[in-house]
């Protein structure tokens, strides 16, 4: 699936509509160059998941965990990542297969560890600032 995001308001409209349809066990992985809004998209999945903590880049901490929403999320940054092994070392597995959502920014990474039924989006500048192209897989 092509979706043309042509600004924020679409973004944050996109991320609400996905995240009303998650469910405990779902993975979010996010695919994108610096600047492309996986972190914009995270805030908004987060939003319509109810959670009313500020969300952070856990680019230091690898993973934020946000429990005031109606299901836990679960956001990784994994671009400072070295291996997978690292994913390993977090106990990745409890988050993955637990009983919350996990957002994954950076999941090029680590892609051998993400289950194949994961919702993918890679996301892409589009013909102008403002504008994304997310490609998606798995979505339901």
């Not at 998941?49 to 994994?78: C, K, N, W």
Request: aromatic share 10%.
């Amino acid at each position: 699936m092509r979706i043309v995001i042509q600004n924020e308001l679409d973004t944050k409209r996109f991320g609400i509509e996905l995240a009303q349809k998650l469910k405990p066990g779902d993975i979010v992985a996010l695919i994108g160059d610096i600047g492309t809004g996986k972190t914009t998209l995270t805030k908004s999945i987060a939003e319509g998941l109810g959670i009313t903590e500020m969300i952070t880049s856990p680019t230091f901490a690898i993973v934020q965990e946000y429990m005031s929403g109606r299901i836990p999320l679960y956001h990784f940054d994994v671009y400072r990542l070295n291996s997978e092994e690292e994913m390993y070392e977090l106990g990745y597995e409890e988050y993955f297969f637990g009983k919350g959502v996990c957002v994954v920014e950076w999941a090029d990474k680590i892609l051998e560890l993400i289950p194949q039924d994961s919702i993918i989006i890679s996301i892409e500048y589009g013909t102008n600032e403002e504008q994304r192209i997310y490609h998606i897989e798995n979505y339901k």
